[in-house]
């Protein structure tokens, strides 16, 4: 079984940075590919909001948290020593994109922290993380 095709999934959240750390380690080990994914349509109204003013809208506001969660995410992937690197957003439900992503890029892992910026906690994992363990194609780690 290849290991070779790793995806991590982050929203900028302590747990998502765990879980970008335990990507980056497993990616460096094995001499793979890591590649980066966040969604957007998750984050703080608050914060969409703030940026938003500044940044002349929605779209844009959310076009620049998700481009400033990659960046971070893949600077600290680089730090690990990892040398192929990608990154993608989306947009929409975090499970969803999540799960759709790692389908389309055939991805023999992902990654992804228990919880992450969402308000409704579940019991044990995250809503986000228990819908992609369920219906994930391919092995799924969780950082807790």
């Known amino acids: 079984m290849s290991m070779q095709r790793i995806m991590v999934a982050t929203d900028g959240s302590a747990g998502a940075d765990r879980a970008v750390e335990v990507a980056a380690v497993l990616a460096k080990a094995v001499d793979g590919e890591l ?29 620049l948290l998700c481009n400033r969660i990659l960046l971070e995410a893949k600077e600290r992937a680089e730090r690990a020593g990892v040398r192929r690197i990608g990154t993608q957003s989306g947009w929409g439900d975090p499970a969803e994109g999540i799960i759709d992503a790692a389908r389309r890029e055939r991805s023999d892992m992902l990654v992804l922290g228990r919880r992450g ?9 995250g809503s986000v993380s228990r819908e992609v363990v369920s219906r994930a194609p391919c092995i799924v780690v969780v950082v807790p």
């Not at 590649?35 to 984050?43: H, K, R, S, Y």
């Open 35 to 63: 590649l980066i994914v966040t969604i957007g349509g998750n984050f703080p109204a608050e914060e969409i909001r703030k940026l938003a003013c500044a940044e002349g809208g929605v779209g844009e506001a959310n076009e």
């Open 117 to 125: 910026r969402g308000k409704l906690a579940g019991w044990l994992l």
